[in-house]
């Protein structure tokens, strides 16, 4: 508005509607609004829009809907990276598991590597850092800060928490599969699988049992969790050999 | 016509908040970070759903906003308030979505201001009717800034560091979005 008989400008008009219009431009736009009925009707159109658009009711977000998937995003990412057990010589590519024999000697291996892992970690988990206190003040020493306990509801124990349920779960569902597929196994083995399977439980529940004594030990749920994954991952290789 | 957050979801926010809500969901908690998407979805999916026009899109943007939320909690320091950082998360996820699908046109979109193509008659008779679908005819680029200004509150300044246009640009863009919705919608 250069000229007070000229029009209201795009921006004046639009400012204006909009209720952004520097203060001190306020007073000058409303004088000319008050006499231009041009200017007065496009403001007003331009009002009514911002009435329509606040008026205007929000999508309904499908919160029940959305979820499930956000928390198996999140599950995902809150995964420990969880040492490995076994060593490398465990791990088999898939067409070695297709080799007759195979699959089942490497369970072999893997689950007594489990139990041994798992017996051993108990003690050493467990018993180390009592044993290894120093005499004097009875605080732990340096060394066993890998194997100290996290304070509860740090984000390391929760991750590792989590993991160990997301691998609980995942070999649950394994073993369910497997045991619509038992049918299809040759009996001895069948029978096979299940002793080398009763082999990686024990080393689990004696893993859980150590854990319920000191629910606080960070490297304890880590051990477990890594022993469901284990399972897993066992179970996994299996359903892909047969 | 800022709407942050846009309901009565004021009051669960607050609560979620003053409940250290979201210092046990930094903390690596589940479940409440479950009561934090509660409070805010609504104000996300929303937001998506109006920047996208397509349901589906908003959904996934929806859920990649959360899962980005929840990634990123631990920065969130509390200097903004959490509806603010959660919207400001999901728009920038929105608009790296909405970047990686433009089209040549999505952006500058001076020709699809023109509402005597044959093609979108329908669509603007229903748009009369319905002040979303009106916004859904708009060009990407006036759609985004439109949606940020008049819908989200952003102001101009804060619009053209997030999509990375000139301030004048977005102020240019609003002008011509505010002037086709008056159009679509018959005012």
Known sequence: MTHPSAHLTEDERQLFAGRELAAERVRDVERHLAACPDCAADVARLERLAARVHDAPTPTAPLDELWPDIRARIDATKLAPLAPLAPNGVRMTHSAWRRPGVARRAIVAAAVIVAIVGVTSITRLVLAPRMHRSADNGMPRASQAQTNPAPAGTPALTAVADSERVYQEEAQLLLNRLELERSMLRPETARAVDRDLRVIDQAIAELKDAVARDPRNAALHQLLASSYRQKAELLKRLANAG | ?187
Not at chain 2, 38 to 46: D, M, T, W
Not at chain 2, 116 to 130: E, T
């Open chain 2, 1 to 187: 016509m800022a709407l942050i957050p846009a309901d009565d979801s004021v009051n669960s926010i607050g609560r979620a908040e003053s409940d250290g809500v979201v210092r046990r969901a930094q903390q690596g908690d589940v479940e409440a970070f479950e009561s934090i998407y509660r409070a805010h979805a609504a104000a996300v999916y929303a937001l998506c759903r109006r920047m996208t026009s397509d349901d589906r899109q908003a959904r996934e943007l929806t859920q990649d906003s959360f899962v980005r939320v929840w990634e990123r909690l631990t920065q969130f320091r509390g200097q903004s308030a959490l509806a603010t950082w959660i919207h400001r998360v999901a728009v920038n996820v929105v608009l790296e979505h909405l970047r990686s699908i433009r089209r040549a046109d999505a952006w500058s979109g001076a020709d699809a201001y023109d509402v005597a193509d044959g093609r979108r008659v329908d669509a603007q008779i229903h748009a009369r009717l319905d002040v979303d679908a009106a916004v859904a005819q708009l060009p990407a680029g006036a759609r985004t800034v439109f949606v940020l200004h008049d819908i989200e509150g952003y102001s101009h300044d804060e619009i053209a560091q997030m999509t990375g246009m000139a301030a004048g640009t977005a102020r240019a863009q609003l002008w011509r979005a505010r002037r086709a919705l008056m159009r679509l919608l018959d005012l």
